[in-house]
């Protein structure tokens, strides 16, 4: 049975939610909420990246703009490349809303993706981490805690949620697609 593109994005976009929630929520947001009670940031840490509704919502937005920018970028010409991959940028953004930095993280986000699926291998490893970082940077500037507090919760948010938000955009937009085929022909 053949899939069309709707459908494989649709397919792409859950898989990347569910994947990046389990590794969000199971290890970093657990690993986290430790080493921010240290470093005295708990509670805003909790209250800003806790699972809760806005939260997912939120990084369905995400999800859908990272896979939305992935496949305009494998499918526009390149003069148009960047004018679309623009318009998907300001429709995450606006679609997340929220506060101006938010909305700037989830622009980055969505070029990010699009960064991280020009390349292969390792480069594809750099580029998610390089992009990852940038996003997180963007979301961490609302929060509310300061040096060391506000750093950890950076960094823990660039590795656990938007590289694999970033990366996962990428290669799932990528292999699903030929998994999709493959165990539809057996």
Not at 1 to 19: E, K
Request: avoid cysteine; proline fraction near 3%.
């Amino acid at each position: 049975m053949p899939q069309s593109p709707a459908l494989r994005l649709l397919v792409t976009v859950v898989a990347l939610f569910l994947g990046v929630a389990v590794v969000w929520w199971a290890l970093g947001f657990q690993l986290g909420k430790g080493i921010m009670e240290e470093l005295k940031g708990g509670a805003a840490f909790k209250r800003a990246y806790g699972f809760e509704q806005g939260n997912q919502a939120a990084l369905l937005v995400l999800a859908f703009g990272a896979v939305v920018s992935v496949a305009l970028h494998q499918a526009a010409p390149a003069q148009g490349r960047l004018l679309w991959l623009s318009a998907a940028a300001l429709g995450t953004a606006f679609a997340l809303g929220g506060q101006g930095s938010s909305m700037v993280g989830a622009g980055l986000t969505a070029f990010a993706a699009a960064a991280a699926a020009e390349t292969e291998g390792r480069q594809r490893l750099i580029a998610s981490g390089i992009g990852a970082l940038i996003a997180a940077f963007a979301f961490a500037l609302v929060l509310e805690s300061e040096g060391g507090a506000w750093a950890a919760a950076w960094v823990l948010r660039a590795v656990f949620f938007f590289f694999p938000l970033v990366f996962g955009a990428a290669f799932l937009s990528e292999q699903l697609p030929r998994w999709l085929k493959s165990s539809s022909k057996s």
